[in-house]
């Protein structure tokens, strides 16, 4: 037998075509913090084309030229310039009718110009989110692919980019059993580039990643870590130098092999909802060991940096310094002890999908602090960057979470890659954000051994990455024994547990049992209770679909709470109405109505005043 006929055209007759898309991996092990740097925006009106069948890659549209080596003109099956335009960032799904149900393949392409402004400078281009596995191709070259719909993603494109450039990016939101999210969720997954998407210029030698922070066992220390890399790829060494001005600190650090690291005396006022107080801070490196200023430890000047060559590098970000810790069942925030009040909330928007902006996220806030609350989980799946920016600058607490959800396929080694990948892009985009106090590895899997292998290696992943914030997931109760019990529980600093006592089982009585019976060493979250309510359904409290039956569903939760001393806080199930395609009955007719807002984003439902009084009576 033949491998390949002799009538064999690759682009049709090869379905092993996506192998040669792997090979280079944008994944977090490559990812630059973009915090604080200039960006040229790549945001606005791309070309599109729904790509069913996936042609762009099986044919390599990103490679062909319009005429051949003669000169004569070939029968492209894809045009750029015709093809209809569309908004970058955006869910497709809520840009066109016809594209409302669409998961399928989507290309983009664009043309952009370029000119480097110094000598030796790299270009960065970063996308902030593109659901789910996203091709990325400059020039006729494959830059790389990205899996994974809600982290972000960058590539070095210097050795590519020219005066004038096409960039094209295939992006295949297909759901898979092997995928995160995987094929059967609770909410809707927009497809397409629908975060940011833009260029970084950065000098040759650079800032990768930096970790600020309040030492968890010392609130007078701030711990600094410092990653910087040269252009081709190696570990640089040089001085680096932390100043926060208004806490007088402008500190040396010397950097080894594209590593350093500082213990810093400080005395800072510590970030909490009440005042959540940012200071400025600024991160030099200069590469160049002697350099005017470098290696003196003299930072008496203003700026303590060397200009005098383009190896000096600086970026500045906003940082909070807070302690969070577990002692037995409760929650300390700043050695206080706090209750955590809050909700969960989906990026969903009637209007925009996935995508999100300022307003929308300060009106989310705006709400929360409505309810007396301060604290949300944002669900199920990492959410815009912007979000935790904003919680920081608003006193927001934040649960964040991959969504390793319900039946993830957690024998499979690449979905564990993937979840570890996703986890780690998460962790390195956020570490900075006091607001940030819990990294959740997932939400209600069934305590098998393949699942327990696999979240318990991403607890201990989380940790070794972060070591200031909790570790949690939203776990199941045993419903036999009536019991708060996980396997997992030893992996995590906090609780989390889902139950809809009330709802899905409508014996409310079970739950003050459960509470009774379990004696978890540990704090416990409810990360979930809840009742839908079609907005403006009303009967007697014993009716489904009613605010009456959620409000009534409510005022029993939150009784029960306060009689049980180990909850440490709670999010119900949900701050407002979300799309859900799994949801079909006449209430509910696509949408998932658990809110205590409806989708709308601005009518409440009886529970939410519920709520409202329980968070503002303690
Ligand atoms: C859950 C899930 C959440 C669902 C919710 C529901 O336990 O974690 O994603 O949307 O229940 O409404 O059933």
Redesign the pocket.
Known sequence: MKEKPENFTAGIHNDDYENEYLQTRLDASILVNTAGRKTESLNGKWSFAADLYDTCRRQGWFRQERLNAEGRELPLDFDWESHERITVPSSWNLQKPELYYFEGFGVYSRTFRYAPRVKGERLLLRFEGAAYRTTVFLNGKIIGTHDGASTPFNADITDIVKEDNRITVSVDARRSPLRLPMEN???FNYGGIYRDIYLVRLPSAYIKDWFVRLSPDDASVILADVYTLNSDGSSSNGKAFIEIPELGICQEIDVKNGKGDARISANAQLWNPKNPKLYDVKLTFNCDASGSNAGSGDCSGSDCRSESNHYVDTVSDRIGFRTIKVKGHEIFLNDKKIFLKGI?V?EDHFKLGKTTNEEIIRRTIRDLKEMNGYYLRL??YPHDPRFARIADEEGVLLWEEIPV??AAAFSNDGTYADAENQLTELILRDRNRASVIIWSIG??NPDTDARFSFMSRLAQKAKAIDSSRLVSA?CLINHHKLLIEDRLEKFLDVIGI?E?FG??DPDFEKLPKILENSKPGKPVLI??F?A?ARLGQRGTEDELWTEDKQKKVYEQQTETFKKCPYIAGTTP??LYD?R?PR?FNSYQEGF?R?GLIDADRVTRKPAFFVMREYYGSF
Do not use: L, Q
Request: some cysteine.
């Open positions: 969720t609770d909410w969960c989906h669900a199920h959800y319900w939400n209600e939203a889902n809809y709802w899905y990360c979930e809840g839908d199930w949900i979300f859900c949801r998932n658990k």
